[in-house]
């Protein structure tokens, strides 16, 4: 790592926007990724996510750490929130899950910057992943890097990316729910 860059944590969800935001990030930051993701089903998909994210953690030579896969627990989260749409309040607490879990693997790696690559989906609430990350990283005394990185063409730029390196891309979110989008 680089000293005289300030070090980053990562929360990745898919490999194909997990790459081209990470390739943003070192820029200016020393990036660790982070894989979390429990709401990702079935655990065929989760492991297949999990599986390109070890191959490009070691493509752009970037540490990469795992969270726990606990989706009974996230499914227990969420319950009465089957029906909400995308991007709804279902998705909301999808974002502080996962970003509250970046925030406490940060803390207990003594990283004080902390992101996700769910900006870079035109399907997810930059607005609203903002407000939770700001509240966490407080919570935390950390700091929150609110970039929505699907802006100036980041999300085909991701694409391009995810395209060029052959990564698998998915064609729903993640959970359950999110297959019938």
């Known amino acids: 790592m680089n ?3 300030n070090k980053c944590l990562l929360h990745i969800c898919c490999v194909g926007c997990g790459a081209y935001v990470a390739e943003v990030l070192k820029e200016d930051h020393d990036v660790t990724l982070y894989f979390y993701n429990p709401s990702i089903w079935p655990v065929s998909e989760y492991e297949l996510r999990r599986r390109e994210a070890l191959n490009i953690s070691k493509d752009l030579d970037l540490p990469l750490l795992e969270g ?5 627990a996230w499914l227990a989260k969420v319950k009465g929130l089957e029906q909400e749409p995308e991007k709804g309040r279902r998705c909301h607490v999808c974002y502080e899950d996962r970003l509250r879990a970046t925030a406490a693997k940060a803390t207990e790696l003594n990283i004080e910057y902390f992101t996700t690559t769910l900006t870079v989906s035109p399907h997810k609430d930059a607005a609203k992943i903002f407000e939770l990350g700001e509240k966490i990283a407080a919570e935390f005394g950390l700091k929150c890097i609110a970039r929505d990185f699907k802006k100036k063409d980041g999300f085909k730029k991701a694409c391009d990316l ?12 993640g959970c359950e729910y999110s297959m019938r989008n």
């Open 68 to 72: 726990d896969y606990v989706h009974k």
């Open 162 to 173: 995810s395209h060029e390196l052959g990564l698998y891309r998915q064609d729903y979110c």
């Open 3 to 5: 000293a005289s860059k």
